[in-house]
Each structure stands twice: as structure tokens, then as C-alpha cells.
């Protein structure tokens, strides 16, 4: 029996992982700075799951703020091959409602301040492909997952990802949704791209907290109103997690596991030896 190894980014709510077995907790540095926190590390099944909470324990760090370049190498440094984000998002449509889970396969980025790439200021320069973010084979695990919990869930949807940290003005909410979006968050676009460049395949669990402030008959989303759903949503999340343990994907099928074969420009010979060093638990085999 193969034991895969599962990337897990709790996001607002979900800050630990019941039911681990042989729990550790490991305290790990990249050289693209320090992670949001320990990495907690388990069993559950068949499946070794590395679990990260984005915010770090507390709810300390804003999305603006959190390091997604350390968060994903933190975990691809200690073995992780695909990554799952749950993640907190208001409802763009009329019938999708809070409790409800979507499994989106799309984004549209609104982000203006955060570092998104790995291949910056080093002298190396990368364009990787991204026309489809979402990992389809780790999707339709966690749909099976959430058949399996009995949650109301959507297959496939596109969420806008803004800055932050304020929530969306009614103009803005009521733009995203003329351009056909399914849920609104603040932090998964970054998480997907750099991903992507990390070669690991990511699927999104989005938890339905709101309506955002479109729905002109009700109150627009406060922090209390998304902590009161979190609350039942976060036995969900865990739910699906110990469902999805034992449906993982062989990461060696996905696209995403050999992304950057064809999308490094920069041929290793220009590449200096430091910028060879930093980018070494990254990529290091498409660097000699
Ligand atoms: C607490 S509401 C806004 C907050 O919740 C979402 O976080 P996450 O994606 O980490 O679950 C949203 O993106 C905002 O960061
Ligand atoms: N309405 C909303 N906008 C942005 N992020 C969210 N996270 C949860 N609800 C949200």
C-alpha cells in the first residue's frame, strides 16, 4: 500500500486537525522566509496529512500578510505532493447557501500586493500554464468526500479572490457576480499559482459562510455572522478530510506534479549558483 502525502491549508475557523494519529509538530524555515506556523503532522487512514493553518493559530496573520511562498515549500519540503485548502467564502449565486461546500475549479484575480511568484528577483524567469488551476482528479476526490458526509455540494465554480482585508463594496459585489462568479474569498488565487510552480497538485474546499452584501434583504457579511456558520462548518471540513483519506490521487497522474519541465525560460547555465541554492527545494531537478 502506497502512503500518500496530503498538504493541508486550514483556513479561518479550521486552525487544527482532530483525529490525527502518531501527531507530531514541526517547525519549519525556506528560503523564502518562515511558514504561518508549526506544520502538524499525522495519520489518518491510509493517508500522512500535513496540516498548516493559514491564518496561523489565532487568526494572526491578515491575507495580505500571510506568506504563501514559505506556506506551500514548507510543505513540499516536508514531503507533501498535492494540497488541499479549505477555505472560508461568501456566496455569489442565490442558490448556493451557507453550510454548502464548493468545490471550485476557477479564479479571477483581485489581489494587487501579494508576492505570486517564486521566480521574481533572482534572474530567473518562469511562465508556467495555469488554464486550470484546480487539480480534477483531487476535486472529484473531495466530491466523492462530500457525497460521502452528506454535505450540499457544487461541483465546480470560479472564486474571485479579492485584497482584503475590508470586504467588497456593493458595486464590486454586485460586479463579481455580473462576471458569473460562484464565491468571493481573499486568499486562494495566490495559493493556487504558487502551487502550481511548486508542482503540487491543489484542489479547494470552499465552505459557504454568506451572501457577501449583494442581497439587498439581508445584512451585509460581519466577521460575527461568518464565525456563527464557521462553527458548523468547520465539523464539515474535518468530516471531508477524514472521507477524502482514503480517495487520494496518485499525484504522479496529475499535470501539475512536471509543471515547470516546459516553463523555466531561463536556461540553467545563465542560473547563478545562489539563485540555484534558493530555488533548490523548489525545483532543483529542472536546475542542472
Ligand atoms: C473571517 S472572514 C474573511 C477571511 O475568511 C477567509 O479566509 P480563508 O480563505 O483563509 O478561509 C477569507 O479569505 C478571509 O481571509
Ligand atoms: N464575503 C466574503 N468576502 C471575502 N472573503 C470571505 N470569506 C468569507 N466570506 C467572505
Redesign the pocket.
Known amino acids: 500500500m502506497t502512503t500518500r502525502i496530503v498538504g493541508v491549508?486550514?483556513?479561518?475557523?479550521?486552525y487544527e486537525m482532530d483525529g490525527l494519529v502518531d501527531r507530531g509538530e514541526h517547525r519549519v524555515s525556506t528560503t523564502f522566509g518562515d511558514p504561518s506556523d508549526v506544520v502538524i503532522a499525522g495519520t489518518l487512514g491510509e493517508t500522512r496529512l500535513l496540516f498548516l493553518p493559514?491564518?496561523g493559530r489565532g487568526?494572526r496573520i491578515?491575507?495580505h500578510r500571510i506568506n504563501y511562498r514559505a506556506n506551500l515549500l514548507a510543505l513540499k519540503q516536508l514531503g507533501a505532493e498535492q494540497v488541499i485548502?479549505?477555505?472560508?467564502?461568501g456566496s455569489m449565486q442565490e442558490d448556493i447557501h451557507p453550510g454548502d461546500v464548493v468545490l471550485v475549479d476557477q479564479f479571477i484575480d483581485r489581489t494587487r500586493s501579494r508576492p505570486t511568484t517564486y521566480f521574481d528577483d533572482d534572474g530567473v524567469v518562469a511562465h508556467v500554464e495555469f488554464a486550470d488551476p484546480i487539480d480534477a482528479a483531487l476535486q472529484d476526490a473531495l466530491y466523492r468526500a462530500a457525497l460521502e458526509v452528506g454535505v450540499r455540494a457544487r461541483r465546480g465554480g470560479t472564486y474571485v479572490?479579492i485584497e482584503?482585508?475590508q470586504?467588497s463594496t456593493r458595486a464590486e459585489s454586485d460586479l463579481y457576480r455580473s462576471w458569473g462568479t460562484t464565491v468571493i474569498?481573499?486568499?486562494?488565487l495566490p495559493e493556487a499559482r504558487l502551487a502550481r510552480e511548486a508542482e503540487l497538485p491543489y484542489a479547494t474546499v470552499a465552505?459557504v459562510?454568506d451572501y457577501d452584501c449583494w442581497r439587498r434583504e439581508e445584512a451585509a457579511?460581519s466577521?460575527d455572522a461568518?464565525?456563527a456558520v464557521?462553527k458548523k462548518n468547520v465539523g464539515t471540513a474535518q468530516a471531508m478530510l477524514r472521507a477524502v483519506a482514503s480517495k487520494i490521487p496518485d499525484p504522479a497522474q496529475s499535470p501539475a506534479t512536471n509543471a515547470m519541465r516546459h516553463a523555466l525560460i531561463t536556461p540553467p547555465s545563465h542560473i547563478s549558483a545562489a539563485a540555484k541554492e534558493k530555488l533548490a527545494a523548489l525545483i532543483g531537478r529542472h536546475l542542472s
Open positions: 491549508i486550514g483556513g479561518s475557523g479550521l493559514r491564518h487568526h491578515p491575507p485548502s479549505i477555505s472560508a467564502v479572490c482584503g482585508p470586504f474569498g481573499m486568499t486562494n465552505l459562510t457579511v466577521v461568518v464565525l464557521l
